[in-house]
């Protein structure tokens, strides 16, 4: 039974994932056996993610990202022609072996991150709820999940609008589910997407003033520096800031990520930088603050 973050950090399965992830790595360089050996551990880890201690992880959706995260790499090993083909035939087979996409509420996503987070938001945001004339900013939009439950849910009035930046270009396929996504909702003519350099887009917003913020996947600690304190000068006077990840290093699937990835450093900089300017509102996975 797999009792902890470090132990799963610890599986052939995350092994392989970190190391084919390197960008220095050759592919060419993967062994049949050593894929063969992946998939055992896959299948070995995504069973017991079953059995993973509620109170160490809170996300009902571990599994199932698990599931994408091991499938999508599997998907791109399948182009390594130098694998053997018995082993090409198992990475098929391993990857075929259910939908690389869940359906929620006609929406379709590869990753789910956020749905656990819904009854914080859902306490946090209250007051904006169904409110007039919202101006909000995500930064760091994926696929449309906390977008689509941030238009049905808090910004429900049609005079709201909602601005998404994320990394990812405007033909990449995180880009293209978050459009359909946001097009099966019919809440596309609300939302500003906006894709490039999360830094140089904030930038380009000053004299806006929003309403409030949340702030999501962001990737490396540099942006954890920099972005919270470029947003900040984004945010009314008592506005609302929603920071996720400020527990990220416990997270399970922190695991898999790069050693760059340090978001405590950048969210613990900025609430050091304007300790007279905000009430604390929330203090766990994710930092909520109101701006005075």
């Known amino acids: 039974m797999l009792s902890s973050a470090e132990e799963i950090s610890h599986t052939p399965a995350i092994a392989l994932v970190r190391k084919v992830?390197?960008?220095?790595?050759?592919?060419?360089?993967?062994?049949?056996?050593?894929?063969?050996?992946?998939?055992?551990?896959?299948?070995?880890?995504?069973?017991?993610?079953?059995?993973?201690?509620?109170?160490?992880?809170?996300?009902?959706?571990?599994?199932?990202?698990?599931?994408?995260?091991?499938?999508?790499?599997?998907?791109?090993?399948?182009?390594?022609?130098?694998?053997?083909?018995?082993a090409l035939c198992e990475l098929n087979r391993f990857s075929n072996t259910a939908p690389l996409f869940f359906n929620t509420n006609g929406c379709f996503?590869?990753?789910?991150?956020?749905?656990?987070?819904?009854?914080?938001?859902?306490?946090?945001?209250?007051?904006?709820?169904?409110?007039?004339?919202?101006?909000?900013?995500?930064?760091?939009?994926?696929?449309?999940?906390?977008?689509?439950?941030?238009?049905?849910?808090?910004?429900?009035?049609?005079?709201?609008?909602?601005?998404?930046?994320?990394?990812?270009?405007?033909?990449?396929?995180?880009?293209?589910?978050?459009?359909?996504?946001?097009?099966?909702?019919?809440?596309?003519?609300?939302?500003?997407?906006?894709?490039?350099?999360?830094?140089?887009?904030?930038?380009?917003?000053?004299?806006?003033?929003?309403?409030f913020i949340c702030i999501d996947h962001l990737l490396t600690t540099s942006e954890f520096l920099e972005l919270p304190l470029l947003a900040w000068k984004l945010l009314k006077t008592g506005g609302v800031m929603i920071i996720d990840d400020h527990l990220l290093s416990s997270h399970p699937i922190y695991s898999v990520m790069s050693p760059l990835c340090k978001p405590e450093a950048g969210i613990d900089r900025l609430l050091s930088t304007h300790q007279t300017e905000y009430v604390l509102l929330r203090d766990a996975y994710h930092m909520a603050v109101r701006k005075v």
């Open 109 to 211: 996503y590869a990753f789910d991150l956020f749905t656990s987070r819904i009854p914080a938001w859902r306490e946090d945001l209250a007051w904006y709820a169904g409110r007039p004339n919202l101006r909000v900013l995500e930064i760091g939009s994926f696929e449309g999940l906390a977008s689509v439950w941030l238009l049905r849910n808090i910004l429900t009035d049609e005079t709201c609008r909602l601005v998404s930046i994320g990394r990812y270009e405007i033909d990449s396929w995180p880009t293209l589910t978050y459009q359909r996504n946001l097009n099966s909702q019919d809440v596309q003519k609300r939302v500003s997407i906006h894709r490039g350099s999360l830094s140089e887009i904030l930038t380009s917003f000053d004299g806006l003033l929003f309403d």
């Open 21 to 86: 992830w390197d960008p220095s790595f050759d592919r060419s360089l993967l062994s049949g056996a050593e894929v063969s050996e992946w998939i055992a551990s896959a299948e070995t880890l995504i069973s017991g993610v079953d059995k993973f201690p509620s109170e160490l992880e809170p996300d009902w959706t571990l599994k199932q990202n698990y599931i994408s995260l091991f499938k999508n790499m599997a998907s791109s090993l399948v182009h390594c022609r130098t694998l053997p083909r018995n």
